[in-house]
Each structure stands twice: as structure tokens, then as C-alpha cells.
């Protein structure tokens, strides 16, 4: 017979969060902070001092480290650090992503580079260094942040789902690769959602935030545009013990925009 456990429990864990100044890695902050864990934030937007400020403030543990995703020497030397003053890494989340709404033709060199480095170097330079750490205390769970343009496409965003679909495939790698190792490695694929940077992408685009916001909404079955701590709760659910036997898996938190 199985029994009730609080399988959302994550006291003692310690979190790797990438692009935890605002928006999803923020509210996941906070959400994974409130269920115990330890989060370690990383971000080059210096508010995330701030941010972890207000969250140590509320009674739970959280530290700002300024990382630049897409430097070897700087992902390295935060890891470190982490492991050196907390001994383990139990949870990775790779969320750190920029977007240049642009199409093949119109994007600049160095545009496009800014998007795959910070989106798909910036994952694989975190998890490089992370992997090693989970393994010596017996596994863990990394959470990537994808797209559903990374599972279908979208208008005007090649450089942007260029990095979704290869994050939503490296997971699928990863996954294989150390899963001997009671490493869990899944995607979370949001839809819009009501970030600094959809706002961004809407002034790209023309428009004015409560249009693009509006807009963004339209056609889907839940009929809204999604709000980070939506997202913030599907990484919970990858980062806990609910799902000790889930990796490699694409999870759509879209308010069923691709259904």
C-alpha cells in the first residue's frame, strides 16, 4: 500500500540556478527556496544580490553569485565555489537564455552568437561542471530550460529556436549519458510567459507591452499568458522525488498552445 510522503521536500538540497536575477529563474528561486532548498543564484544582473536578499530575508537560504554563462573560466570558478562552501549539487537548472527576434537573413553575426552562447554554450559549460559534482554524492537532477519553439518553430526567432531545439535534444543526450549515474536530466518548454524578456521581444516586434502580452494569449485552451512561478512549478516537480524516474523527457508547460 503505498503511503502519503512529502515527496516535494527539498531541505538539504542545494540549487544551481542560471538567469536567477528575474523572471522564471526568480520566481523558481523563490519556489525551490520555499520547499527547503539551498539556492545558489547566478546571473551577470547584479539585482540578483537583491533578489537573494529578500529571499534570505524571508527566513530561507539563498546566495548571488555574478556569472557570465558563456565563460569557461567563470562557470568553472563558480562551481568551485559552490562545491567548496556546500559540498554537493543536487539540482542544476539551466534557464539562462536572451532572444533577437530576427529572421536567418536578418541576423548579424554577432546577434546570432549572443544566442546560442548564452542559451546552449552557457547549459553545456554549467552542466560540464556540475555533472562531476552530483556524481560524487550520488546523483541529482538538471533541469534545461527549452521552448515550445524549440519542439515546432515560430516566426521570426531563428537564432532563439535554434538554441530550444538543441537544448530539447542535448537533454535527450544527456540523459542517456548519465543516467548510470542517478543523474535525471529533463526540458521544461514553456510557452509565453509574462517575463522581462517576452516584453523585450515584444518592443522587437513593435508593439507595446499590453498588446503583445494580449496577443501572446490568443489560441490558447487556458486562455492566458503563462506567469513564471507556472513555470517555476514544473521545475519542482523535475528538481524533487516525485519524479525519480523521469529524464530525457521534453515537458510543454504552454497552457496547451502546441496541444
Partial sequence: ???????????????????????????TSQ?????????????????????????KDAGREAIFYKCNVTSLENCKEVISQIEKDHKRIDILFNNAGVTVR????????????????????????LSK????????????????????????????AAAYCAVKGGIVNLTRAMAIDHGKDNIRVNSINPGDTATNMLQEEGKQLGFDKDEFFKDSAVGR?????????DIANSVLFLASDLSTWVTGTALVVDGGGIA
Fill in 1 to 27: 500500500m503505498l503511503e502519503k510522503k512529502d515527496g516535494l521536500n527539498l531541505e538539504g538540497k542545494v540549487a544551481v540556478i542560471s538567469g536567477a536575477a528575474s523572471g522564471i529563474g526568480l520566481a
Fill in 31 to 55: 519556489l525551490l527556496s520555499a520547499y527547503g532548498a539551498k539556492v545558489m543564484m547566478l546571473d551577470v544582473n547584479e539585482n540578483g544580490l537583491y533578489e537573494a536578499q529578500k529571499i
Fill in 102 to 125: 530576427k529572421t536567418i537573413e536578418e541576423l548579424e553575426e554577432k546577434e546570432w552568437d549572443f544566442v546560442i552562447n548564452v542559451g546552449l554554450k552557457g547549459t553545456y559549460l
Fill in 129 to 156: 561542471f556540475a555533472i562531476p559534482v552530483m556524481r560524487k554524492t550520488g546523483g541529482g537532477s538538471i533541469i534545461n530550460t527549452g521552448s515550445g519553439w524549440g519542439l515546432k518553430g515560430g516566426d521570426k
Fill in 221 to 229: 485552451p487556458i486562455e492566458r499568458i503563462g506567469l513564471p512561478e
